[in-house]
């Protein structure tokens, strides 16, 4: 990756799209991405693992991906959608106890709704216990101003979005 005099900071998935790769096969992407000039990774959850509630495959495909990580920050993408609601409080726990720094909603993968405000609040209240080491991202079918601010009220510290503009109009709209 070419250096720039850019203030943009790059992020890199790793575990695309599924989470299914070995904890080792992630390491390395993210390990790759840093040293081709990501300074943030998000990496897939493994969602097999989780669904078959083999936590410790969980844990240590997290905890190794932010090892090789750091000083980097890891972003948890948890893929909501395909998550009943203890699956969901399980992947975001297991996320802030392996050292991640962000759960995230979605990678828009999976053609689902995207983030929702009773996701993205359970995500928060899930890892609240850190005292704001671990943060929320909402990702996937933003495309309102209203909707942004719904999430942000919900916990969200981030948004993903590709409604970038519309969102800056609503913004410009509503007087902010």
Same mark, same amino acid.
């Given at each position: ?21 070995? *904890? ?140 970038? *503009? ?11």
């Amino acid at each position: 990756m070419a250096q720039t005099n850019s203030n943009t900071l790059v992020c890199c998935v790793v575990g695309f799209p599924l989470g299914a790769g070995s *904890p080792k096969a992630k390491s390395y992407e993210a390990t790759q991405a840093i040293a081709d000039g990501a300074r943030e990774i998000d990496m897939v959850i493994n969602l097999g693992a989780l669904k078959s509630s083999n936590f410790a495959v969980v844990y240590t495909d997290i905890h190794s991906t932010v090892q090789a990580c750091h000083p980097y920050p890891v972003k948890v993408i948890i893929e909501t959608s395909f998550l009943t609601t203890e699956e969901k409080i399980a992947a975001c726990y297991i996320a802030a106890e392996a050292g991640a720094a962000w759960v995230k909603t979605c990678t828009g993968f999976s053609g689902s709704g995207g983030a929702t405000k009773e996701d993205v609040d359970l995500m928060w209240r899930t890892v609240r216990y850190m005292g704001g080491r671990v943060k929320v991202k909402a990702s996937g079918g933003i495309r309102s101003f209203e909707k942004a601010k719904e999430l942000f009220k919900a916990g969200a510290e981030r948004l993903g979005t590709s409604s970038g *503009p519309q969102l800056m109009h609503g913004l410009a709209t509503h007087g902010y």
